[in-house]
């Protein structure tokens, strides 16, 4: 069995998706993962991505859209730009989410609890010209709220 510390990309997804989290819900350093279920902005199908995230008030959750502090975002940020109606799964819970960028005035406070989460996140910045978006996943009623 492969340890939690050693999953990543669809691995992970995959024993996440299997265990409810039980798999790949604790990770690297402490960190915390849920899985953020896109549409494909071109191929119209369903992508799933494993995520460093920390909760951010009653019903939201933060992510980071770094890419390792390449130049391009990466494509599941791409895919919510074209249709912010997403799901995020914590654990056995899956639910249908409204994605959205943090904005100047909340992103201070939300980027330092996800540095704080995972620190690597400055340095990525530093790597990069492009400003590394911290998105915001809001629980809604339906995907269409």
């Known amino acids: ?22 798999d790949g819900y604790h990770w690297r350093n402490g960190t915390t993962i849920l899985l953020l279920f896109t549409q494909g902005r071109k ?27 390449n130049d391009a975002p990466p494509a599941w940020f791409l895919n919510l730009e074209a ?14 989410a409204r994605a959205r960028v943090a904005t100047p005035e909340e992103k201070p406070e939300m980027w330092a609890t996800m540095v704080d989460a995972w620190p690597d996140y400055a340095e990525y910045q530093k790597k990069t010209s492009r400003e590394i978006p911290v998105v915001v996943l809001e ?6 709220s």
């Open 43 to 69: 191929s119209g199908e369903q992508r799933t991505h494993a995520l460093i995230f920390r909760p951010w008030g009653e019903d939201a959750y933060l992510v980071v859209a770094s890419k390792g502090g």
């Open 83 to 96: 249709d912010s109606a997403v799901e995020v799964q914590v654990k056995g819970d899956r639910f249908p």
């Open 139 to 144: 629980r809604t009623r339906s995907l269409h």
């Open 1 to 22: 069995m492969t340890s939690a510390l050693e999953l990543h990309g669809t691995p992970h997804v995959e024993r996440y998706l299997e265990t409810n989290g039980e």
